[in-house]
T-cell receptor
Framework: GAGVSQSPSNKVTEKGKDVELRCDPI?????LYWYRQSLGQGLEFLIY????????KSGLPSDRFSAERTGGSVSTLTIQRTQQEDSAVYLC????????????FGPGTRLTVL | RKEVEQDPGPFNVPEGATVAFNCTYS??????FFWYRQDCRKEPKLLMS???SGNEDGRFTAQLNRASQYISLLIRDSKLSDSATYLC???????????????FGGGTRVLVKP
C-alpha cells in the first residue's frame, strides 16, 4: 500500500523567504511526527500530533517554525524567514498510534537555504 | 547531556566479522527501545525492537541493560549490505501505549568492507 509521502522532495530558497513542507501520512495513522536531520547528524524531534490532542511542540527550535495537521491527516510544516541554519532534511513519520511499535518515515524534503 | 547517546563511529568491519555497539540513555523511566537502520540519504526504517530478555533476529541480537541504562546491537557474520547508520531509539512508555514520542540517538555508522 501507499507509504508516507512528502513534498517537495527538494526545496531551494533564499534566506528570509517562507517555505511550506507537506506530509501525507499513511491512511488511518493517527500519530504524525516531524523531525529534522542535518548533514551527518541524528534526528531532531520537532513536533508531534496525536489524534485530536494538542500537539507536542516542544522540539520546535524557534517561533519561525509552525505546523498544522488538517482533518487529522495531511500536515504542513511552515518555516518563516528562513535562515541558512534551517538547511536540513525534514522527515515526517506516522504510526497507527495504538498497538504498534513501528514508525513509518517518508522520504523527506531536502531544504537548502542560500 | 543528551537523552540518548551513541558512538558515531564509523566502525570499520571486515566482511564476515562480528560487530557490536551500545547506546546509553539518561531517562531511567524509559520503557521501550528500538534499533532503526538508516541507509545513506534514505529515511530510517525499523530494524528491531529490544525486549527486556534480549532478542535475536537472524544475525542481529539486541540486548537491554536497565541497571546501566544501555542497549546494544550485535551483528554476526557481517555482510556488505549491513553498511548503514544504526539509530538507537528510546520512548518513556510501553510499546503498546498510544502515541509514543521517540527519542533518537545520533546514530552509529557501520562500514562493512570486503
Amino acid at each position: 500500500g501507499a507509504g508516507v509521502s512528502q513534498s517537495p522532495s527538494n526545496k531551494v530558497t533564499e534566506k528570509g523567504k517562507d517555505v511550506e513542507l507537506r506530509c501525507d501520512p499513511i491512511s488511518g495513522h493517527t500519530a504524525l511526527y516531524w523531525y529534522r536531520q542535518s548533514l551527518g547528524q541524528g534526528l531532531e524531534f520537532l513536533i508531534y500530533f496525536q489524534g485530536n490532542s494538542a500537539p507536542d511542540k516542544s522540539g520546535l527550535p524557534s517561533d519561525r517554525f509552525s505546523a498544522e495537521r488538517t482533518g487529522g491527516s495531511v500536515s504542513t510544516l511552515t518555516i518563516q524567514r528562513t535562515q541558512q541554519e534551517d538547511s536540513a532534511v525534514y522527515l515526517c513519520a506516522s504510526h497507527r498510534g495504538v498497538g504498534t511499535d513501528t514508525q513509518y518515515f517518508g522520504p523527506g524534503t531536502r531544504l537548502t537555504v542560500l | 547531556r543528551k537523552e540518548v547517546e551513541q558512538d558515531p563511529g564509523p566502525f570499520n568491519v571486515p566482511e564476515g566479522a562480528t560487530v557490536a555497539f551500545n547506546c546509553t540513555y539518561s531517562n531511567s523511566a524509559s520503557q521501550s527501545f528500538f534499533w532503526y537502520r538508516q541507509d545513506c540519504r534514505k529515511e530510517p526504517k525499523l530494524l528491531m525492537s529490544v525486549y527486556s530478555s534480549g532478542n535475536e533476529d537472524g544475525r542481529f541480537t539486541a540486548q537491554l541493560n536497565r541497571a546501566s541504562q544501555y542497549i546494544s546491537l550485535l551483528i554476526r557474520d557481517s555482510k556488505l549490505s549491513d553498511s548503514a547508520t544504526y539509530l538507537c531509539v528510546v520512548t518513556p512508555k510501553m510499546i503498546k501505549a498510544a502515541g509514543n514520542k521517540l527519542t533518537f540517538g545520533g546514530g552509529t555508522r557501520v562500514l562493512v568492507k570486503p
